[in-house]
């Protein structure tokens, strides 16, 4: 990638699994030039399914390729001499290093922001950790489920008495990396200002915190512990999945003008009439009724047929799309968050795009391959002016 916002900056990506990754993958679908810097044995994620097999037998991890295409590769070991210098003259160059280690790993090695700022002045140094660089548990070793276990999001996931349930994407690495890349930006823009570098401290359970928005709200107001709705919205009737004749529907009449709107087309016109109703807040205060009766009426009819109607009336509805079905919804397509990335070995493989659209930038529908491992040592060292075992 090259045609961005970001095009002409060069960041360096000392990362693995998925945070870190995928926050290097929004620089380079903003058009930065991204080095991924990896040990010799490889991230960790190019050995992680599901795997994608080519017509030469050739297998490669499909979750790997969606986060890293469009990078480059060079594998260093840097507690090696030879090895350090060749990162340390990529920093030279730099203007992003990106690094997703637990609390003082870098500075054990030796490239943490305290030893790096003065030297490197226009940096900017981007952690993406598990707890942030600072309190009793920077230190710790995070994954995904960790962070959702400890951020609050796994007591709100699923139905009331259910066990614990795990948000179905990683929301935990997703959140921090989204969150280290608005990070990324808000310090280049500083820098352009300033000409300084500076440290951008992310953690995953920071950013767990941050996202549990009406959560955290209900408790300050009330004393009440939040606990799991299934699919219902806490303070919003109706705003829930609902049974039809044959499938469920999702339902999403959020003021009283929807609520009457759909009132009609259920054929329910006096439930706005209904004291019990008539109201959002009376709604919420019967809404084992208000939810009893709508499934009663919607069971008439099919999930298609009153997705037809409510979407005549202006009511926001869905259907409850399967990834099959998100990978062939038209207006998925229209706006180009299907796209391919091109592999020398398993040829056009298909994968998320990016949800960032920039009028002045075209987006396109194919993306560059993931790199092989250290597949781009040659071309980097010959750049550096180093040479090549």
């Known amino acids: 990638m090259s045609a961005g916002p970001f095009a002409g900056l060069l960041v360096l990506d000392l990362t693995r699994v998925l945070a870190g990754p995928h926050a290097a993958l929004m620089m380079v679908e903003l058009g930065a030039r991204v080095i991924k810097i990896e040990p010799p044995e490889g991230d960790d994620a190019r050995r992680y399914g599901p795997f994608v097999t080519g017509e030469n037998g050739v297998a490669k991890s499909g979750y790997f390729m969606s986060i890293n295409r ?14 350090r210098k060749i990162l340390e003259a990529l920093l030279m160059r730099a203007d992003v290093l990106i690094e997703n280690y637990r609390g003082c790993t870098m500075e054990k090695l030796g490239y943490g922001w305290e ?4 030297k490197y002045p226009r940096l900017i140094y981007a952690a993406v950790s598990g707890f942030g660089h600072t309190g009793p548990y920077a230190a710790r070793p995070a994954y995904d489920m960790v962070v959702q276990a400890m951020g609050g999001i796994m007591s709100l996931t699923g139905h009331p008495g259910g066990p614990p349930t795990r948000v179905g994407t990683s929301i935990g690495d997703l ?4 969150f280290g890349t608005v990070g990324i930006a808000s ?3 500083d820098r352009e200002k300033t000409g300084r570098g500076q440290k951008v401290d992310v953690g995953m359970l920071d950013c767990q915190v941050a996202i549990l928005e009406n959560a955290i709200a209900r408790y300050v107001a009330t004393g009440d512990v939040p606990g799991p709705l299934g699919t219902r919205h806490p303070s919003i009737a109706p705003f829930a999945a609902f049974k039809t ?3 469920y529907i999702v339902i999403a009449a959020g003021n009283d003008a929807l609520f009457a709107r759909m009132s009609k087309v259920l054929g329910r016109e006096e ?4 004291p019990r109703f008539a109201t959002n807040p009376a709604r919420i205060e019967h809404l084992d009724a208000l939810h009893s009766e709508m499934e009663s009426a919607l069971t008439g009819r099919t999930a298609k047929e009153w997705l037809r109607r409510l979407e005549a009336e ?3 509805c869905a259907p409850i799309n399967n990834i099959a079905d998100v990978m062939a919804d038209p207006q998925v397509l229209a706006r ?3 796209v391919t990335a091109d592999d020398p070995d398993l040829g056009p493989v298909r994968m998320q795009g990016n949800p960032i659209k920039l009028s002045v930038y075209d987006d396109l529908s194919s993306r560059p391959a993931a790199p092989e491992l250290d597949g781009d040592r040659s071309k980097i060292l010959k750049e550096l002016g180093l040479a090549s075992d």
């Open 175 to 178: 959140t921090a990396a989204l």
């Open 336 to 338: 180009n968050m299907i």
């Open 271 to 274: 439930w706005p009439r209904d």
């Open 245 to 247: 004749k044959d499938d």
């Open 314 to 316: 202006g009511v926001p």
């Open 70 to 83: 469009g990078k480059e590769s060079i594998a260093l070991d840097l507690k090696k001499s030879e090895d």
């Open 115 to 118: 030893s790096l700022k003065d």
């Open 187 to 189: 310090a280049l823009y």
